[in-house]
């Protein structure tokens, strides 16, 4: 969604599905620290809360250098949207988490975020961690709404050409 609006409201260009594509990825870039932990907890047989957000591969400064040296080696326009793109991962990660993500690393190690929850409580893991936190409103309507949204930006990109 970000990167459509990015690229018909700034930039003023189509938005191929290839862009739409690689945006999600994108994206979703941040959350590879996640997955490569569970990986691990899995291979060790933990069951335990994820705690991606306590590493600096999940800290603002680490996208904003990459987006500048990214700035250097492509065309200014792929670096805006990687640098739009993480830094909106990581504030949806401080939306309506229990333990947000590191704003200030490296001054600070304190984790932000914007109404906090208690996500793990009675040991709550996995699958039902995740119905727990889309169960708030606050959540549920803007992941609703970007997943409705978004579908309907893809649609329209195949549809188009
Ligand atoms: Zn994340």
Do not use: N
């Not at 932990?37 to 047989?45: E, F, I, P």
């Not at 975020?113 to 996995?126: D, I």
Request: glycine share 8%; hydrophobic share 50%; aromatic share 10%.
């Amino acid at each position: 969604m970000a990167a459509y609006v990015i690229e018909r409201c700034v930039f003023q260009s189509d938005v191929t599905p290839v862009t739409l594509g690689l945006s999600a990825l994108v994206g979703l870039l941040p959350d590879l620290d996640g997955l490569v932990m569970m990986a691990v907890d899995r291979r060790r047989g933990l069951k335990r809360k994820l705690r991606h957000h306590e590493f600096p591969t999940h800290t603002p400064l680490l996208y904003l250098v990459l987006t500048l040296v990214l700035g250097l080696i492509a065309p200014p326009k792929a670096a805006i949207l990687f640098g739009v793109l993480t830094l909106g991962h990581l504030f949806l990660d401080s939306w309506g988490t229990d333990d947000g993500i590191m704003w200030l690393w490296p001054l600070s190690r304190r984790q932000f975020s914007l109404f906090p929850r208690r996500l793990h409580a009675g040991g709550a893991y996995g699958l039902r961690f995740y119905r727990r936190h889309v169960r708030c409103w606050r959540v549920m309507v803007p992941e609703v709404l970007l997943l409705v949204s978004g579908s309907l930006l893809a649609l329209h990109a195949l549809t188009v050409f």
